[in-house]
């Protein structure tokens, strides 16, 4: 933007260093009146306080965007700010969530969720995905878009994306094989060959197929049909298409 958009603040009850679950120490100010737009919350190793609690939970009649990351749902939790949402978490804690709090629709498989102003996250890198769709909203398309790219992120997955997917599970080691199948999901809409992905991929076809399955142990038409399946998946779930639109089609040749 050419000038400071946020200022990042970071707070704790009580204010002074904190010390994180990576035993990295961070200076932090105690909680007070001042009214932030955007109150993102963190969850380290300890238990919530009740003075942690309290302060959350009067957070959405002070700021207009309550936010939390991995296993900062569980705080809001607590603070009951996500009863009647639909809320998200790291995918190991998510059942533990929804035992705990069954007010909650928890959804376990999604990167990340937006319900009115309260937004969670999936751990890891889902946070990278909830900032820059923060971003988004705020400051458009194209500045999320310009922050990705300065970023080095490859892109901004959707909120409902899956936390498991089609290319994780493939598991490309070599930079060509991830080239092709970077290809092939950008044109899974178009007739796919062998000889396509091997073209992206630097390869002969003999080559590539066979590099393919040492390093995927699938062959490139069931990783493509996967692949398909998966975008198929996610426009049932975040449009209206109906299913005959949607349909994957079976556009995949060997020669």
């Given at each position: ?16 260093l ?33 003075g942690?609690?309290?302060?959350v ?50 959804e ?104 393919f ?17 998966e ?7 975040q ?17």
């Amino acid at each position: 933007m050419g000038e400071p958009v946020y200022d990042v603040r970071l707070l704790s009850e009580i204010g002074g260093l904190m010390r994180s679950s990576i035993g990295v120490s961070v200076v932090t100010e105690p909680f007070d009146a001042t009214i932030f737009d955007t109150l993102f919350v963190c969850r380290g190793t300890e238990p919530s306080t009740p003075g942690l609690i309290e302060f959350v939970r009067q957070a959405p009649g002070r700021h207009r965007r309550v936010v939390a990351a991995c296993t900062g749902a569980f705080t809001l939790a607590e603070a009951g700010l996500l009863d009647g949402r639909h809320a998200t978490t790291q995918w190991n804690r998510a059942r533990d969530l929804q035992a705990r709090f069954p007010k909650i629709k928890v959804e376990e498989d999604r990167i990340f969720i937006v319900d009115g102003p309260v937004w969670t996250s999936a751990g890891m890198t889902a946070g990278i995905d909830l900032a820059l769709a923060m971003v988004e909203q705020d400051l458009g398309v194209d500045m999320a878009q310009a922050v990705a790219r300065q970023m080095v992120v490859y892109h901004r997955r959707a909120g409902g994306q899956s936390q498991f997917s089609a290319l994780l599970e493939l598991e490309p080691k070599s930079d060509r094989i991830q080239s092709a199948l970077a290809y092939a999901k950008r044109n899974l809409d178009k007739k796919l060959t062998v000889g396509q992905l091997a073209a992206a991929a630097h390869l002969s076809p003999r080559q590539f197929s066979r590099a393919f399955r040492a390093e995927t142990r699938q062959s490139p038409a069931k990783a493509v049909e996967n692949l398909r399946l998966e975008a198929a998946r996610l426009m049932m779930e975040q449009s209206r298409h109906p299913i005959d639109v949607i349909r994957p089609a079976n556009r995949f040749c060997r020669s």
